[in-house]
């Protein structure tokens, strides 16, 4: 069996940059080379296309620089109970309709969380009802 040995000696290393008692300013800020993107706190909803068609022409140049995903997250459009999604055809925005197939399950949860809260009023009233019926008079 060889075995070697190495031994290396280290070096401290001495700071480079000496700080400038005279320079008052702060230290730059680090940019990040990622931008953040912030969640989507408002969402308009529109019920026909028309209002949606008015919106977009006054908020064209904003809005044709934003990708569809980001326009479906701040738009819900829903006409007759038909979500419609926003779509760009050859650069050109478009609405087309989803099947009920692919509707989307945060639009199921939203619709469940309705029914939900209808239950839980009429269990409410008949709870009250029934609290009326069973006071005694005094």
Not at 89 to 105: D, N, V
């Amino acid at each position: 069996m060889n075995f070697i040995f190495v031994c290396m000696k280290m070096k401290r290393v001495q700071p480079i940059l000496k700080i400038d008692e005279t320079n008052t300013s702060p230290p730059p800020k680090k940019q990040s080379l990622i931008p953040i993107i912030k969640p989507i706190d408002e969402v308009i909803t529109f019920d026909n296309v028309d209002d949606f068609t008015k919106y977009y022409q006054e908020h064209k140049e904003e809005l044709e620089q934003l990708s569809t995903c980001k326009l479906n997250k701040m738009f819900k459009i829903v006409v007759d109970d038909e979500p419609l999604r926003i779509t760009k055809i050859k650069g050109e925005m478009t609405l087309r309709t989803i099947p009920k197939s692919r509707i989307t399950a945060i639009m199921r949860i939203e619709e469940l969380e309705q029914q939900q809260n209808e239950i839980i009023e009429k269990i409410n009233a008949i709870v009250n009802l029934i609290n009326q019926q069973l006071q005694l008079p005094q």
